[in-house]
Structures are given as C-alpha cells and as structure tokens.
Nanobody
Framework: QVQLVESGGGSVQTGGSLKLSCVAN????????IAWHRQCPGKQRELVGY???????TYADFVKGRFTISRDNAKNTIYLEMNNLKPEDTAVYYCNLVSGTWAWGQGTQVTVSS
C-alpha cells in the first residue's frame, strides 16, 4: 500500500507563494498519474490538478496560471508550486491518484490571509 506524506504548507498573505511536496514512502509514483486535491473549510475535497506519467500537467480552472505541478520520479516526489495565493486557496492539500483511491495522507495546511 502506498503511503503518502505531504509537506510544505504554512501561512502566507494574499499574493504570497508556497511550494508543497508529496513523497510516497512506500510504492512508486512513476507508474501513475498523480493529483493534488484540497479541502477548503466547510467544503468537500476537490481536485486541484494532476500530472501524467509523462510529466504533462492539467489544472482546475480556479488555479490555472497560478499553480504548477511537477514531479521527480527519482525522488518519488510530486510538487505543487503555488503563486499569487488568495484567501480562497486556504485548505488542507493532499496528493493521491485522481480517483483518490489510495489511502489519504495527513495533508498539509495552507492558510492565506487577506
């Protein structure tokens, strides 16, 4: 079973930047398209974007032009670089398959203040 560990969250002001990381402590990422999901306060978890095995990313409309997903298969790591952050980006961020069928990690909290 893949074990996912997210990190890199924190508190920033509007317009700030953060870079999140997700490592698979067991299993390997390189065979899968991997997604970033988030859960905003009081809302259901939603898909932020994903990156294919070939390194091609796709983004939800609400983060296009601001967020960048990348992967380093040698490090078994997926990244989410977030720029121009907005208060509505406040959420717990998780990585998983697009379908979310692996066990969820603990996530990493991102808080954006106005």
């Amino acid at each position: 079973q893949v074990q996912l560990v997210e990190s890199g969250g924190g508190s920033v002001q509007t317009g700030g930047s953060l870079k999140l990381s997700c490592v698979a402590n067991r299993g390997k990422f390189d065979l899968y398209a991997i997604a970033w999901h988030r859960q905003c306060p009081g809302k259901q978890r939603e898909l932020v974007g994903y990156i294919t095995t070939g390194g091609n990313p796709t983004y939800a409309d609400f983060v296009k032009g601001r967020f960048t997903i990348s992967r380093d298969n040698a490090k078994n790591t997926i990244y989410l670089e977030m720029n121009n952050l907005k208060p509505e980006d406040t959420a717990v961020y998780y990585c998983n398959l697009v379908s979310g069928t692996w066990a969820w990690g603990q996530g990493t909290q991102v808080t954006v203040s106005s």
